[in-house]
């Protein structure tokens, strides 16, 4: 009798806390929707596209407006979100432009059930990621630059394999402190693979290095490896020690 007891307060607890947080984001969304379309900043209605995209997974709509941002107000983030929404998919058929005036305080997302399973028979567009990385990485996106870098460094889905123009993207993502930029770059001018024309072990060492002081993992195992085998740098023990030093930080 305790038992069922307890189980009934519980189911009524839980029904109690579902609909408590469905009250919450409900109340969320409309600030949202009420802020970007009052003040139609980047910031206010960025934050509701995101809200859109990973709480409503209403990727079409979260699409639209990350197109409005990206195009009319050459917003770098929107363009990089709007990116990742064509590699995965989840943009393959945009709707018009969502203009925050368009916007409905208070209406609730609809159920986006039907148009998931739909996308999930549409490839990804690598061509039109690759053009909203780029107007990112030309507004100043770092990100942008370096994912536009593995577009061309990969090729497929509509979009050209260029090594030439990755290492570009990946050398700018870098000099703006990008992590992920050097450590590709670093890989191409090392020639790890034999994928590029151009190999330069001294610049690979330098662009691992620095990967590695601005937190990369990897970065920090391929400096130490260069210093330890003098791959492009003198034989230095001591330095390969520390850059596997601060791999194994990095890595916990």
Excluded at 12 to 18: K, R
Excluded at 230 to 240: F, I, K, L, N, R
């Amino acid at each position: 009798m305790v038992g069922g007891a307890g189980d009934g307060d519980g189911n009524t607890a839980d029904v109690e806390l579902v609909s408590a947080t469905s009250e919450y984001f409900d109340n969320l969304r409309k600030e949202y929707q009420k802020d970007c379309k009052q003040y139609r900043k980047p910031l206010e209605c960025y934050q509701l596209a995101q809200f859109l995209e990973y709480r409503d997974k209403n990727y079409p709509r979260s699409a639209g407006l990350y197109t409005w941002l990206c195009d009319t107000k050459k917003h770098a983030s929107s363009c990089l979100s709007l990116g990742f929404l064509h590699l995965r998919s989840k943009a393959a058929t945009l709707p018009a432009l969502v203009d925050p005036e368009s916007l409905v305080i208070g209406e609730t997302e609809v159920d986006v059930t039907a148009e998931l399973a739909r996308l999930q028979q549409v490839p990804p567009d690598a061509r039109k990621a690759f053009q909203r990385f780029d107007q990112a990485c030309t507004l100043g996106e770092a990100k942008g630059c370096h994912n536009a870098g593995l577009v061309l460094r990969g090729g497929g889905y509509g979009a050209s394999k260029d090594l030439d123009r990755a290492l570009a993207y990946f050398e700018k993502a870098c000099a703006s402190n990008e992590p992920n930029g050097c450590f590709f770059a670093a890989l191409q001018h090392g020639n790890f693979k034999g994928d590029h024309k151009h190999t330069d072990k001294e610049k690979a060492f330098q662009l691992n290095k620095k990967a590695c002081e601005l937190g990369h993992y990897m970065g920090c195992v391929n400096a130490s490896v260069m210093c330890k085998k003098g791959d492009g740098v003198p034989v230095d023990v001591e330095q390969a020690a520390e850059f596997k030093k601060e791999a194994l930080r990095l890595k916990q």
